[in-house]
């Protein structure tokens, strides 16, 4: 499958996960979205994100998304549901995993959970995460 095929999925609960989705968007790059609960479903298409994979956080596994998975970010809303959401999300995915707090709890409780990457931010603005992303499309499109 080529990675071009995989949609960057999105756990966005707060403003700042909702900004850096209309970022994406505004990049031209295919963007799908993690919910577990109804309000965050519309929220999303509202956003206008079309592929929304709904998770139900008391089930014991996740059934992957129909469509392929590309990188995911996690914005952190509450530490118990993150840890949750890494436990149902790893297992569907070998693609990096990135989670965006404004909390201090240690990385290595996330890592042992499965996320590859912690950023921790007191702004809004996470526009810099959008970087490698662009990075990566444009030398694809040069490659090709």
């Known amino acids: 499958m080529q990675e071009t095929d995989r949609m960057i999925t999105i756990f966005a609960p707060n403003g700042m996960g909702e900004d850096f989705i209309r970022q994406l968007r505004g990049a031209g790059l295919p963007v799908a979205a993690i919910v577990n ?3 965050a479903g519309k929220r ?3 956003l ?3 592929n929304i994979w709904k998770i139900r956080t008391t089930n014991s596994k996740a059934l992957p998304p129909e469509k392929p998975l590309g990188r ?3 914005f952190e809303s509450s530490f118990t549901l993150t840890c949750r959401l890494l ?3 790893r297992p569907c995915t070998s693609e990096r995993i990135v989670l965006i707090t404004r909390n201090h709890y240690p990385r290595s409780i996330y ?3 499965g996320c590859d990457m912690v950023v921790y931010t007191q702004s809004d603005n996470v526009s810099f995460l959008l970087t490698d992303l ?3 499309t444009i030398s694809r499109t040069e490659q090709a």
């Open 87 to 89: 436990q149902l999300v």
């Open 37 to 39: 609960n109804l309000r």
């Open 111 to 113: 890592r042992l959970l």
């Open 72 to 74: 995911i970010y996690l």
């Open 48 to 50: 206008g994100i079309k």
């Open 134 to 136: 662009l990075q990566k």
């Open 44 to 46: 999303m298409e509202k």
